[in-house]
């Protein structure tokens, strides 16, 4: 099964706070280790089929200057990555999860929501039938009575799950083995 990466899948884990603590956990000897485990972990992943992406996930990992960048930047420029390509309902999806944030969302977090790429990736995922892998937290946003609206960021999972799209942690699908575990 395939599984189309967030951005922040990408980034995160190459964070430094990021490397030191799997460091701890995985028992390495270094962050650098860390980094070349996740590198190998990645291109594994990538070049079998188990992880995919999109031209807007290396657009916006490239737009930083660091580890995750230049590794994205060469499994891109060699090809290493199934890239998914839109399609005509991609954008009706799309169209249908940015009616549904600006219909039930503060203005100021459809805002931010419109400004990234997470409903590209929510849409992209139900448009081929397959899970997305996100960093994002999976909790349940809160309706503000006031407000008559939800308030709070607008995160990846609760949309993928209102749009009936597979969301899984990234921890899901990373093994400390240097596998893609499976979340069946």
Same mark, same amino acid.
Request: charged share 20%.
């Given at each position: ?43 594994? @992943?990538? *070049?079998? =089929? ?5 031209? &807007?996930?290396? +657009?916006?990992? /490239? ?61 992209? @995922?139900? *448009?081929? =039938? ?5 960093? &994002?937290?999976? +909790?349940?946003? /809160? ?42």
């Amino acid at each position: 099964m395939a599984y189309l990466v967030d951005a922040n899948v990408m980034i995160t884990p190459f964070a430094t706070p990021s490397l030191h603590t799997l460091r701890l956990v995985m028992g390495h000897s270094s962050t650098d280790a860390v980094a070349d485990w996740l590198k190998q972990w990645f291109l594994t @992943a990538f *070049t079998n =089929g188990h992880l995919v992406g999109s031209r &807007e996930l290396i +657009s916006e990992v /490239q737009k930083r200057k660091d580890i995750a960048s230049q590794f994205a930047r060469t499994l891109a420029d060699n090809e290493l990555i199934r890239l998914l390509d839109p399609l005509p309902e991609t954008f009706n999806y799309l169209a249908q999860i940015e009616k549904f944030v600006r219909a039930h969302f503060r203005q100021h977090q459809v805002d931010e929501f419109s400004r990234g790429y997470d409903g590209w990736y929510i849409a992209l @995922a139900k *448009t081929y =039938g397959i899970p997305l892998v996100t960093f &994002e937290g999976f +909790s349940l946003p /809160q309706f503000h009575q006031g407000l008559g609206k939800i308030d709070g960021k607008v995160r990846i999972p609760f949309i993928a799950w209102v749009f009936e799209v597979k969301c899984v942690s990234f921890y899901q699908v990373l093994s400390r083995h240097g596998t893609l575990e499976s979340t069946a």
